[in-house]
């Protein structure tokens, strides 16, 4: 057991991280939201009320762990004058956890961090085992928001001739998910013995990851003149059952001005995946606009990347040693299957928000 003196000098150091909380901010934030939605004339608006429930889960998030951190402190204090060794040490790994995730919260303060997101993976160079690793890196993605309980839906998927994807869009919901996942953005690289090759050779292959915030064209009007807009229309992929593939229900939409293209497969009606389609051009069209504004100039850059090869963030090595290594952060571990099959991707995403604010 340790001493008093130490004891006090742990208790401080631990307390100090509630100081840099801004708990009564919190507190403060929670009774004006709370008002708000007691208010009759918030209910004539049913986006606004949604987005006011979704701050104020947050918010009461935020109370709750730092009231579950300052109780544990304080069960820490009783464990220590009965001198329950076994306790105290139990105790005592709760909250080295509990303060490693307040400290990560601190992390989570851009403008659009609670939002959800939309995550776009696209083939890059390297042909069928392009779109093989794509479609690795959209089952990754999946088996990350099992893992952390995050909803998704598949939102569209062009797959490739001999296999994989070309291109896939996931729309993702859950607490601070574009928060997390905005570190994704970018080229991912992969080499490997070829599944494809006959000759069993080593090859590199590369995939584009585009995250955007979510429900962006509500913070911006966006103004559509359909003149601007082709459509094309299509047999849907993948789930739905027999009616959806054997009718015209997808959907391909081009903004002529700005080249942006959207799919949307995963209704069952065509009615229904245009109104989609038109929602998520929206959303895009509205990110571009509010990149323009300085302030959220470095919040959104990563949210548009140019597809260009050898600017990789993240190398997948599976041949001919096993290495999953993040260039930006440095963060690499040799359990490949760990990232890549189990979704794994946190201690990468939190390796890289903290080497930011070195």
């Known amino acids: ?205 590369f995939a584009l990851v585009e995250v955007i915030p979510a429900d962006l064209e509500n913070e911006i009007v966006i103004d559509l003149d359909e003149k601007c807009i082709r459509w094309d229309f299509y047999q849907a992929s993948g789930k739905g059952g027999q009616s959806v593939n054997t009718t015209y229900s997808a959907v391909r939409l081009v903004h002529i001005p700005t080249n942006i293209t959207v799919t949307c497969q995963n209704e069952r009606s065509q009615v229904q995946n245009k109104a989609q389609a038109m929602k998520y051009l929206k959303n895009k069209l509205a990110a571009l606009e509010l990149k323009k504004q300085k302030d959220l100039e470095n919040e959104l850059k990563g949210a548009f990347v140019s597809a260009e090869w050898g600017s990789q963030i993240r190398n997948y090595v599976l041949h001919p040693y096993r290495l999953v290594k993040d260039v930006r952060s440095g963060w690499e571990t040799n359990d490949t299957n760990r990232i890549l099959e189990e979704g794994d991707l946190m201690p990468i995403i939190w390796s890289l928000k903290k080497s930011k604010k070195l």
């Open 1 to 205: 057991m340790i001493t008093q003196h130490e004891f006090k000098e742990y208790l401080e150091d631990k307390n100090g991280l509630l100081n840099s909380l801004n708990y009564d901010s919190y507190v403060l934030e929670r009774s004006v939201i709370q008002k708000e939605l007691e208010s009759e004339a918030i209910w004539s608006n049913p986006h606004q009320a949604g987005k006011l429930n979704q701050q104020l889960g947050i918010v009461q998030g935020k109370i709750e762990l730092i009231d579950k951190y300052r109780s544990l402190l304080d069960d820490l204090q009783v464990a220590f004058d009965l001198a329950d060794e076994a306790e105290f040490e139990n105790i005592n790994q709760k909250i080295l956890r509990s303060y490693e995730h307040l400290q990560n919260q601190n992390f989570l303060n851009g403008k659009f961090d609670s939002h959800n997101c939309i995550l776009s993976i696209h083939a890059g160079a390297g042909g069928v085992d392009a779109m093989d690793f794509a479609a690795m890196l959209a089952s990754m993605y999946q088996a990350f928001c099992k893992r952390e309980d995050f909803d998704y839906e598949v939102i569209s998927i062009s797959p490739g001739e001999e296999g994989g994807v070309k291109s896939l869009s996931l729309e993702i919901s859950g607490k601070y998910v574009y928060g997390y996942l905005k570190e994704e953005v970018g080229v991912h690289r992969l080499v490997r013995i070829s599944p494809f090759n006959s000759g069993k050779t080593r090859e590199t292959s």
